[in-house]
């Protein structure tokens, strides 16, 4: 039999993970299911005899973007509103679909319809294109026999996550053009400038300034290893992004991110603006309160933000309050916590968190769009700091030989 890999939670909602040999994914989710575990993501194992080839394909093959899930999300909101059964809008989007690979996935949700599955279950076979709080709002929507409702809120959703993407490439450009020509202009000025000055230099047989001594230390030291210090580099990198991959390292990495300067508050408001947008939005679907925070944990974007989402939701499972729970965990601000408080005080929750989520959604904006002038003027005392270091390096002792043979 094929060898499955699984994420299931338990009935406190802890995340469990583990291999299990089944005929087929649906196989797999019943035995988990009667073992008292909830599939979150099930997947074909792979052969190591195959896992290089199986990780060269994942990086050639075609990919499903964010803007294609949205726009399944629209038209199928579209296409239910307008009465279309739901197994001719698969088949009417499978046939329309621009990627191959997309059209492909459409067509086995299809088929596993067809076959008397849940969209949901069908849904939950692809968990690189449709992740794990999409599937649960999903199973919501047929749950309630809302679904087109559901799929307008996961457009709404996806859309605000893509939105707040491109505005951070957007306004990280130039802070990236500017360090990365920055790094190359030293790389070029130890190479090949500061070895001519030291030739200089050492006919003159002077005693130089500590700065030159490092500066033409560091600079030999380049020339002569420079394919070691790219290796060392690439290295580092490697094993940053092997670190980040594990799940210690990436809870490390995302708690560290809340803590930087001028991107921590982006970083946390964002979080903030997603918890509230989709806890308002599992609420307003009828999902249990457990539930719905099992489910935002997922979209958090940030391990550190999802483990203290856990916490509220294992607090409130125990039966205190959202304000209480949610104060306790300490990532929430006194605006959300007054909200919450409010409505749960009302019963007027949902609009609530939607009105804190759509202020932080804005306030996030407004961050970004100013991001490149919070930055600027770090480039400028950075690039203002090294360009006088290297002055000073290179014509002290210049200036000293000048008044040297000026005296003479």
């Not at 539930?291 to 958090?300: I, K, Y």
Request: net charge neutral; proline share 4%.
């Amino acid at each position: 039999m094929p060898a499955f890999s699984y994420k299931a939670r338990n009935a406190r909602g802890e995340l469990q993970t583990g291999r299990m040999e089944g005929a087929s994914t649906e196989a797999v989710a019943d035995e988990l299911l009667r073992t008292g575990l909830t599939p979150v993501q099930i997947a074909a194992a792979a052969q190591r005899a195959e896992l290089g080839a199986g990780l060269l394909g994942s990086l050639l093959a075609e990919r499903v973007a964010p803007v294609d899930l949205m726009l399944f999300c629209r038209q199928m909101a579209s296409m239910l509103k307008a009465g279309v059964p739901i197994l001719r809008a698969l088949s009417t989007l499978a046939e329309s679909s621009a990627k191959a690979v997309f059209s492909g996935v459409l067509k086995d949700v299809r088929d596993g319809l067809a076959a008397g599955r849940e969209l949901s279950a069908c849904l939950n076979k692809h968990p690189r294109v449709f992740g794990p709080f999409f599937v649960n709002m999903v199973r919501v929507g047929e749950a309630t026999g809302r679904l087109e409702e559901i799929f307008m809120r996961l457009f709404r959703q996806l859309e605000f996550d893509k939105e707040m993407r491109d505005r951070v490439k957007s306004a990280l450009r130039y802070p990236s053009f500017v360090v990365i020509a920055l790094g190359v202009a030293l790389f070029v000025i130890n190479l090949l400038v500061i070895p001519a000055f030291a030739k200089v230099y050492k006919g003159a047989k002077a005693e130089l300034p500590i700065v030159t001594k490092i500066l033409i230390g560091f600079s030999e030291w380049t020339v002569h290893y420079w394919p070691l210090l790219l290796a060392m580099l690439g290295l580092a990198l490697l094993g940053f992004q092997l670190w980040k991959a594990t799940a210690d390292g990436h809870y490390r990495w995302d708690r560290f991110l809340l803590a930087v300067p001028i991107a921590g508050k982006i970083v946390h408001k964002a979080a903030l603006a997603r918890f509230a947008n989709g806890l308002a939005m599992a609420y307003a679907s009828g999902v249990p309160i457990v539930q719905g925070l099992t489910a935002v944990a997922e979209v958090a974007d940030n391990r550190f933000m999802a483990s203290r989402i856990e916490q509220l939701r294992d607090s409130v499972e125990r039966g205190e309050s959202l304000t209480r729970a949610a104060a306790a965990t300490g990532v929430f601000t006194p605006v959300v916590l007054q909200m919450i408080g409010v409505g749960e005080e009302t019963g007027d929750l949902e609009r609530l968190l939607a009105e804190v989520g759509e202020m932080y959604q804005r306030e996030v904006e407004y961050e970004l769009k100013t991001l490149s002038e919070q930055i600027e003027p770090l480039l400028i005392a950075a690039l203002g700091g090294i360009v006088l270091i290297l002055a000073l390096g290179v014509f002290l002792p210049i200036w000293d030989l000048g008044h040297t043979m000026l005296k003479k």
